[in-house]
């Protein structure tokens, strides 16, 4: 029998999990104890399941699914040989993160997290106390006692004081901003902060500019050739020693919004409102299909396609950036 630890929801980041849900007859997928760095929600297509796969590189589809808007804990994230990032929801369970947002670590628990075309349902005993010394079959709707329906897991509420509580959420927060944006101490004063941050828009400015020329290529890393969002990523790691993600889905998390065009009255951004540095984006925030690198002047450095390479470009009303994120 293939046993799987599933990393389902709680309310906290570190999270208890109990329960048995059969999924076929020779699957069976059991809880484990683990704690989340962070917590998101499928975002694929109403009423369809994303594949749940072996593993982030060339894994195999394990046969179900994480239903459209459920909730699922992430334990450990990964990015496969294409740049594309993966979260792991199991102990060999992983899903596409492209296909979720994030979401608080107190968002309430989904009650139906999984899909398969077969399941077999089944039911579990439930004993009773010692003093009444009486072992009754618990009945439930089609079948299933504290199992959740279609392959998902149960919790098992835990009395917890609410100063370990926070400490906990405290650290997974933590986990998660590192894993995302490492940036090093902060500074002192704002001064020095200024200083620093205007230094390193120098340097991103600089390095943004030299790699104009160089040719496109979806998936590259660079230093030859580039991406759009590999060429962010180069960038800022060797102008500023900023580790920023590798894909537009993730990199648009990071950082401080300035502008989002369904904020501003779909009014176009202003060359006022912007600082070298910002990074550009086309697209919605839960899935955008292009970035750039604002060096001034109403001016833009991108891998731009196959045909125009890396290249200079000035912002137009008519190819005007929906999103601009603050990383600097």
């Known amino acids: 029998m293939t046993k799987h630890k599933l990393f389902k929801l709680g309310a906290a980041a570190a999270l208890t999990v109990t329960g048995v849900s059969a999924i076929t007859s020779l699957k069976t997928a059991r809880a ?50 294409k740049g594309n990032l993966w979260y792991k929801v199991g102990t060999r369970e992983w899903i596409e993160a492209r296909y979720t947002v994030d979401v608080g670590m107190d968002t309430p628990a989904s009650t139906n997290a999984k899909t398969k075309d077969k399941v077999t349902n089944v039911s579990t005993k439930k004993k009773s106390t010692k003093k009444t010394k009486k072992t009754k079959k618990s009945t439930a709707k089609n079948g299933v006692n504290n199992v959740i329906s279609l392959g998902t897991v149960t919790k098992k509420s835990t009395k917890k004081s609410k100063a370990t509580k926070a400490a906990k959420v405290k650290k997974a927060k933590q986990i998660v901003d590192a894993a995302v944006k490492k ?78 065009k369904s904020q501003a009255n779909g009014q176009p951004v202003s060359a006022n409102n912007l600082q070298v540095g910002d990074l550009l984006f086309w697209g919605s925030e839960s899935a955008p299909y292009h970035v750039a690198i604002y060096i001034g002047n109403n001016q833009y450095v991108n891998a731009a396609t196959p045909e125009q390479g890396t290249i200079l470009q000035t912002m137009t009303s008519y190819f005007a950036p929906t999103i601009v994120k603050r990383v600097l």
Not at 52 to 59: E, P, R, S, V
Not at 223 to 231: A, E, K, R, T
Request: glycine share 10%.
């Open 32 to 81: 484990a104890n683990f704690t989340a760095i962070k917590r998101v929600k499928i975002n694929y297509l109403p009423g369809k399941g994303l594949n749940i796969w072996t593993n982030y590189n060339k894994g195999k589809f394990m046969g179900y699914r994480a239903k459209d808007g459920t909730i699922w804990n992430v334990a450990e994230t990964a990015v496969d040989k």
């Open 183 to 260: 940036t090093g101490k902060k500074a002192t004063t704002k001064k020095v902060a200024s200083t620093q941050a205007s230094s390193k828009a120098g340097a991103i400015v600089a390095l943004a500019k030299q790699q104009v020329g160089k040719p496109y290529a979806w998936g590259a890393n660079g230093p030859d050739s580039f991406d759009c969002s590999s060429l962010v990523q180069y960038v800022f790691k060797n102008a500023a020693g900023m580790n920023l993600p590798r894909t537009t889905y993730d990199q648009v998390k990071v950082g401080q919004t300035v502008y989002q």
